[in-house]
């Protein structure tokens, strides 16, 4: 299966620390999408990270991905409460870069 | 700022009815999805569909039925629920090879 798969699938932090969630994949891809979802909600995109770039940077985000591992990374640095939420990444193969696979995604909780 | 709705945010039919889901996007893209997210499995495609009128089955189609007659509108049709399609229902919609954006979602319960 392409299906990425976040780690850790839960973490718990306090309030100003970093959170460094991890995905990894199984076949060759064109980009890695990382998404955030409140409880109960949709889910919302936080950063595309293209095949041929290794890092990218989003306000307090950072990624970064390694096709050699076939894996990516997502730093929340200074984290707030308002944070908390399920994190999942998106790849994109299987010949249709439309359709993504998602993986199961790492539930992060940020304590006050 | 794209828009995608979906027409309920809590639903709970009965075994055997026939339940419709709607999804509209007001972004002009030309492709939607339909998944269902369950506790430890994630998401699942269901179908997804990149232009009118064509559609295309994704991971689990079984049970369900889409139509888009429509660009700015795709339906999940359940012709006859059942309990096992008890879940929360995104639909979601992009551009090609692009970011997909989420309504809110629909959880059914299916007694």
């Known amino acids: 299966s392409q299906q990425g798969e976040e780690d850790p699938q839960a973490l718990s932090i306090q309030e100003g620390e970093n959170a460094t969630m991890n995905c990894s994949y199984k076949t060759s891809i064109n980009n890695l999408q990382w998404y955030r979802q409140n409880s109960g909600r949709g889910l919302v995109h936080l950063i595309l990270i293209r095949s041929n770039e290794r890092e990218k940077h989003s306000g307090r985000l950072r990624v970064t991905l390694d096709t050699s591992k076939k894996s990516s990374s997502l730093l929340i640095t200074a984290s707030r409460a308002a944070d908390t939420a399920s994190y999942f990444c998106a790849t994109d193969a299987r010949g249709r870069s439309e359709k993504l696979v998602f993986g199961k995604g790492t539930k992060l909780t940020v304590n006050p | 700022d794209v828009k995608v709705t979906q027409s309920s945010r809590y639903l709970v039919k009965r075994t055997g009815e026939k339940v419709f889901l709607e999804c509209v996007q007001d972004m002009d893209h030309e492709n939607m999805f339909w998944y269902r997210q369950d506790p430890g499995l994630g998401l699942r495609l269901i179908y997804f569909s990149y232009d009118v009128k064509m559609k295309e089955k994704g991971d689990i189609p079984e049970g369900y039925s889409v139509s888009r007659e429509k660009k700015e509108r795709f339906s999940l049709i359940l012709e006859s629920a059942s309990t096992n399609q008890t879940s929360m229902y995104l639909c979601?919609?992009?551009?090609?090879?692009?970011?997909?954006?989420f309504g809110p979602g629909t959880r059914l319960l299916v007694l």
């Open positions: 979601a919609s992009s551009t090609t090879h692009g970011t997909q954006y």
